[in-house]
Each structure stands twice: as C-alpha cells, then as structure tokens.
C-alpha cells in the first residue's frame, strides 16, 4: 500500500507541475513546437530521474543536493541560449542564478562528503518509491524556486532594464552576501572542537536563528522583482517563487526541522531558551535597531 501511495504522490508531483507549465508557457518562446518553458521543466525531471537510477542502486544522497544545483545551472543555460530574444536583462539572471546554483551546490556537497551521511536519507533512501518521491520533489522545487527567473529566460518580452531591475539586484546582492557570511560562520563555528555540542550565536546568528535562508529568501526575491517589467498575463505567477521558498524553509523543510531538531537537543539548556527567545527565527529585526 504505501508503495502504490508513494508512485501515486509522485505521479501527481508530475502532473501538476506539467499542467502548471502548460498554462503559463503562452510568452515562451519555442523551440521546434515545444515552448521553452515546457522543454525546461521536461529537463528538470529528466535530471532528477537519471541521477535517481544509481543513486537507488548505490544506495547513496552524495549527488542529491548537487543534481539540484546543476539542474538550476542546466535548464537556466538552455533557456537563455535558445531564446533568441534575449536581452541584458537575460543575461543578468542567467549569471545570478548560476552563482548562487554554484556557491549553494558545491557547500552542500562538500558538507555531505564531510559528514559521510546526510540524516534526511537515513531511512528513505532504501525504499524505491520514497526514495523516488524525494527526487521527484526536488524536480517541483527546482521548477517552483525557478518559476520567476524561467518566466524572464523564455519570455518572448525584450524590454530595456529599468530601475526596478537595480532594486531586485541590489536585494540578490545582499541576499547573497548574508548567505554565504552565514554559512562560512557556522561551518567556522562547527569546525572547532571547544564548540562541539553547543549552537551558534555569534555573527549573523546573532540577530536570526536562521540568517542563511533568511539571504536565500531575499536572492529569490530580487531575482522576482527583476522580472516584474516582463511578467504579462498569467507571467505575473513568476512573482510565487519568493513565496514558494519562504513557505518551503519555513514551514515545510529547513527552520521547522531544524528548530525541531535544535528543541530537542538544547531544550534544558537556559542559554539556548534565553537565545531562542530574544533571536527572531528568520527577519533580523534587532539588526537594524542596533
């Protein structure tokens, strides 16, 4: 029964995501007779499906967080050397989201490697329709966190940059910057045998709990915002990728686990309840009271 339930949330995966697809697609350009926006969101499932074949038979999550990365490079690079309409602006996401794709690709393999194990497949990845379900999930998160910067990559729209344009890189940049500062403080953090056991709270941690995707949530903003001068009619859907990772960190992976994770371990402990409650979660209000 759960097999059957499991091939059937991954059916449903796929079909929504294709459906999706076919109802925004009418600024894409094509290719042939396929629009590029559906010949990308083919490629992102073709991905996660040829990875997922030896990655079940080895038994190893190694390549799972990288062929999410070098999905967002691929179809990213596909839809702007295609697209023969490109302008400025085209060029300015491609190299935004293949930074970013890099930078957040390579840390967490690394990280995996480090460890030797990710916790989140310990259970899932010897189970063929979980396992699958897992990949099939990252192929709709690498479409929904891509939604935006597809729209501008496949649009038929060739308009000049705007300031709104300035304002969405500026919120990437800083964005960027906050992320990368608060993973290289926390692995500086865990590498260090007097903190082992213990949570972070200096740096950037000192005014989030969870700076890192608080920077990852305003990159997907200002990538959004610099598509608003082509979004038109159902284009203006481009505007859920923000929203579709706020939600995710938030409420589905990544804070909930890891407040979860964090209670469990430092639930006795008075400084983690006294850092818990005076540290926001995600928005690092305190930082600009200071």
Not at 79 to 94: P, Q, Y
Not at 105 to 122: E, N, P, T, Y
Request: aromatic share 16%.
């Amino acid at each position: 029964m759960p097999l059957i339930k499991n091939l059937f949330l991954s059916l449903l995966v796929i079909v929504f995501c294709f459906l999706l697809t076919s109802i925004v697609d009418q600024n894409s350009v094509t290719y042939g007779s396929v629009s590029l926006f559906l010949l990308c969101t083919i490629i992102i499932f073709l991905f996660q499906w040829i990875v997922f074949i030896p990655s079940y038979l080895l038994s190893t999550e190694h390549f799972f967080d990288l062929t999410g990365s070098i999905t967002f490079v691929t179809v990213s690079l596909v839809a702007f050397f295609i697209n023969d309409t490109k302008s400025l602006r085209h060029f300015i996401v491609l190299i935004l989201i293949v930074v970013w794709a890099l930078r957040l690709g390579v840390f967490l393999f690394l990280r995996v490697r480090k460890a030797g194990s990710d916790s989140r497949f310990i259970t899932i990845k010897k189970d063929f329709s979980v396992f699958l379900l897992t990949w099939n999930l990252q192929g709709l998160w690498v479409l929904f966190t891509l939604f935006g910067a597809l729209t501008i990559l496949t649009s038929v729209n060739n308009t000049s940059i705007a300031f709104i344009d300035i304002i969405g890189i500026l919120i990437w940049i800083v964005g960027f910057i906050i992320e990368i500062i608060s993973d290289k403080q926390k692995s500086v953090f865990k590498n260090k045998k007097e903190n082992k056991g213990r949570f972070i709270q200096i740096g950037l941690w000192k005014y989030s709990r969870h700076p890192n995707y608080f920077g990852e949530i305003l990159v997907w903003i200002g990538l959004a915002i610099i598509g608003i001068p082509v979004y038109t009619g159902l284009g203006w859907l481009g505007l859920i990728s923000p929203f579709f990772v706020f939600v995710m960190l938030n409420y589905i992976s990544g804070v909930r686990l890891l407040e979860k994770q964090a209670d469990e371990r430092w639930d006795l402990d008075n400084d983690y309840q006294l850092y818990k409650s005076k540290t926001p979660v995600l928005f690092p209000y305190k930082l600009i009271k200071d």
